[in-house]
């Protein structure tokens, strides 16, 4: 790493606890069930799991601001939960993690969201979602807007993320309007996205899909392995959606990002894969965080890819280590 490059990091890192960052999106209770199997029921041909241990943890949206958090900067979560138990137990496990709930908006017309795991072994054997996936209603989204806007109004705002499971908190006209707030207010805009909101978000300063999201937003299928494709399609994306950078995932090649007339593939590190699952929340947050301290495009997504890679070293859905990701970043020589 040049030393440019090594005190551009540090620095970037230590004015990462600087940051007020506001996670806008889907959020829900990750529960786990782990148990063993030992025989099969003899009511129906499937395994009996006899549970040992049950754990809840945050997920969607909230694990994105518990990286952000976790990288040193302070999140503040806005999102439309239900008015349930599970709903208190999402609240209960903000406050376990000493997250802002100032943000969250209870509605008696929808239901928390919650993804249950049963794992036996290190097999996971069935999941369970309880959700209601349909856009907000017209009430929820004007409660949920009103709050954002008084966050941005009362807070010294860095960055704003968009994190979308396509569970319906993120709508068209909410999109716009606060992309339409922060352009104003020169915040920039960080976008996880999903299939139904793809081309809602026009305008933005940093738009991260995975490739499977890429071609499924897009209708179309590219060859992946080559840049000058690439390049081609993110040019023509960014240029039709007002975008500044496109930040692609490209799983085990690393990341690919085009901004203006830079593109380039950064490389991913070789590692021990235990757990893809929380990698794109990963990502998201440094990524945002690096654009609010002013990191170039190149550190950024340099950054980002090197975020990733770690935490899919972890077993479960894991936030980034801010030390680990210097301690990496200098034994590299990114």
């Known amino acids: 790493m040049s030393s440019y490059n090594q005190k551009a990091i540090k620095d970037a890192l230590k004015a990462f606890g ?88 209870k509605s008696k017309k929808r239901i928390t969201t919650v993804k249950t795991r049963i794992i036996a072994g290190n097999n996971q054997m069935l999941r369970i979602d309880e959700e209601i996936d349909s856009s907000l209603l017209k009430e929820d989204e004007a409660s949920l807007l009103k709050r954002i806007k008084s966050i941005i109004n009362a ?35 960080i976008v996880d996205p999903k299939k139904n909101n793809f081309f809602d978000y026009a305008g933005v300063t940093l738009f991260k899909p995975n490739l499977k999201e890429l071609k499924e937003g897009l209708k179309a299928d590219f060859n992946h392995k080559s840049n000058a494709v690439l390049k081609r399609v993110a040019a023509d994306f960014i240029k039709k959606q007002k975008i500044n950078t496109l930040l692609l995932t490209l799983s085990e090649r690393g990341v690919f990002y085009h901004s203006k007339n830079l593109s380039k593939v950064v490389p991913a590190h070789i590692r021990n894969i235990s757990d893809v699952s929380g990698a794109g929340d990963t990502v998201v947050s440094v990524a945002a965080l690096c654009i609010a301290v002013g990191l170039s495009p190149t550190l950024t997504a340099t950054l980002a890819n090197l975020a990733g890679g770690l935490v899919c070293e972890k077993v479960g859905v894991v936030p980034i280590d801010k030390t680990l990701l210097l301690e990496e970043a200098i034994q590299l020589d990114i």
């Open 18 to 105: 600087k940051q007020n960052v506001l996670v806008i999106g889907d959020v829900m209770i990750d529960s786990y069930t782990w148990g063993n199997v030992n025989r099969i029921s003899p009511e129906a041909p499937v395994p009996i799991v006899s549970i040992t241990t049950k754990e809840d943890r945050l997920g969607g949206a909230a694990n994105v601001a518990l990286n952000v958090q976790a990288l040193g900067a302070k999140p503040i979560l806005c999102s439309v939960i239900g008015n349930d138990n599970n709903g208190e137990k999402f609240v209960k496990l903000l406050k376990e993690q000493k997250l802002l709930t100032s943000g969250i908006i």
């Open 155 to 189: 807070k010294n705002i860095s960055a704003i993320i968009f994190e979308d499971y396509d569970k319906g908190v993120l709508t068209a006209s909410l999109i716009k309007t606060v992309v339409a707030i922060a352009n104003k207010k020169n915040i920039p805009t």
